[in-house]
């Protein structure tokens, strides 16, 4: 029941947050590309990188942290399907040299954000 608890604490502080994000950004279209997903998707890659990295390090402990930050607030804030879609919109609205850019900058920026935020927690 603690488990469920803490992903479900997590999942509204992350849904909340990537509300928020996405009310901001909403007026910033600068190139088309879809700014709020691929800053919660950034921002979500480096948060899952170094709480994995601390609780690789802290062992069973930091359980909790990785089902509060990884799972819930990390599973609600990040999105691959509104990415994919909005990829989708791209395509059909024949940007592709922004899907390509936006799906370049998603995966390469996540893979070294996640990568950054599990060295810095060492």
Request: hydrophobic residues 50%.
């Amino acid at each position: 029941m603690k488990a469920i608890l803490l992903v479900g604490a997590g999942g509204f502080f992350g849904a909340i947050s990537r509300f928020l994000i996405g009310k901001w950004l909403h007026t910033y279209t600068l190139f088309y590309i879809p700014w709020a997903t691929l800053l919660v998707n950034l921002v979500g890659s480096f948060l899952i990188g170094f709480t994995l990295g601390i609780v690789s390090q802290n062992g069973v402990a930091s359980d909790n942290y990785k089902l509060f930050i990884v799972t819930g607030f990390c599973g609600a804030f990040t999105t691959f399907s509104t990415f994919s879609f909005e990829n989708l919109i791209l395509i059909k609205d024949q940007n592709y040299s922004i899907a390509a850019i936006y799906t370049l900058v998603s995966f390469i920026g996540g893979l070294l954000l996640a990568w950054g935020g599990f060295e810095l927690s060492k």
